[in-house]
């Protein structure tokens, strides 16, 4: 039995980007099940990157196929965390944009309930125009499309079949705490022993890894609808790829760990079940999906949605 990550809960790093079925809430329940002691941590998915950040390791990957989040992650890089703010809130003031945070909900005749779209409908919707419209996915483009993304609805990331942008303005703003977020994720991000991909996970080699390496996998779920299963973003080909991934690397004496959904609603991953049952050395983690207290090994614990976290070790 290996030994387990220690946590200091309270300063876990919170990602500015929001991802349906991202795991910050979770991560009491899934990196205490990590082990203590890793060489190397590849986040095969990261998403906004949640689980990588705050994981304990001497070299992290943070790879994701889509290359705007990676870019977006590289600005946070390169750099320095003050002047980000600076050219966020220049894009804000130029665009016309609220800024909440030093005038107030009052200012802009808005409710902090009913939030500010109403007020930067205009100005989001112009930003969101010239974006579209850019040739050059420059510097600039991204510092605009993480603007964007503050400000549109619930932080989301969403690219329609043109590569345009195309989510509707939100209810909040450049406020404290998403200036928080920003501002301690760029400080993390500029770790040197964090590196960022932007590969396809097929094309993640297994050279340099070791039996102290883990790979953690947080794929799109196959049963579950969210942005990134649009357009077939992922279908049961992917998924079982993934699952032959897996097993080449535990054949490889790799640790793994796999973030997954067995079942949702009257939905069952089926691919996900017959894998499990081929291979009985995995051990299977029920995770309380309300994010509260975890609970292992029992089944069905909802009749909603059974969230799971895979692993090749103990």
């Known amino acids: 039995m290996c030994m387990r990550q220690s ?14 079925g991202g795991k910050f809430r979770l991560l009491p329940q899934i990196l205490p099940l990590f082990p203590a002691n890793i060489d190397v941590l590849v986040d095969l998915f990261c998403g906004g990157g949640n689980v990588g950040i705050n994981t304990s390791a001497e070299r992290i990957v943070l790879n994701d196929s889509d290359k705007n989040v990676i870019r977006i992650f590289r600005l946070f890089r390169q750099y320095p965390t003050e002047q980000i703010l600076e050219i966020i809130d220049g894009i804000i003031d130029r665009y016309g944009l609220s800024d909440s945070r030093t005038n107030g909900y009052a200012f802009y005749q808005c409710e902090s309930a009913r939030g500010l779209g109403t007020y930067n409908k205009e100005g989001y919707n112009r930003l969101r ?10 510097d600039r483009y991204f510092f605009m499309l993480f603007t964007l993304i503050v400000f549109a609805f619930n932080n989301q990331i969403r690219f329609n079949e043109k590569r345009e942008f195309n989510l509707p303005v939100g209810k909040r703003d450049f ?19 964090i590196e960022l991909s932007s590969n396809d996970f097929r094309r993640i080699p297994f050279d340099g890894l070791s039996e102290h390496s883990l790979i953690y996998a947080d794929p799109p779920y196959l049963i579950t609808c969210a942005t990134y299963n649009e357009n077939n973003g992922w279908n049961a080909r992917l998924e079982k790829q993934l699952l032959a991934y897996l097993d080449r690397a535990n054949d490889r004496g790799i640790k793994f760990a796999l973030s997954n959904v067995l079942k949702n609603g009257d939905k069952e991953n089926t691919i996900l079940t017959e894998w499990l049952e081929r291979n009985p050395m995995y051990i299977r983690h029920d995770l309380n999906y309300n994010y509260s207290n975890s609970s292992y090994h029992k089944k069905d614990r909802s009749k909603h949605s059974t969230e799971v976290l895979i692993t090749n070790f103990e």
Do not use: G, W
């Open 175 to 193: 406020n404290n705490n998403m200036r928080n977020k920003v501002r301690h994720f760029a400080e993390a991000i500029k770790n040197p022993h």
């Open 7 to 20: 946590l200091d809960f309270p300063n876990r790093i919170q990602s500015p980007l929001n991802y349906t």
């Open 129 to 138: 125009s010239e974006l579209n419209n850019m040739k050059r996915r420059n």
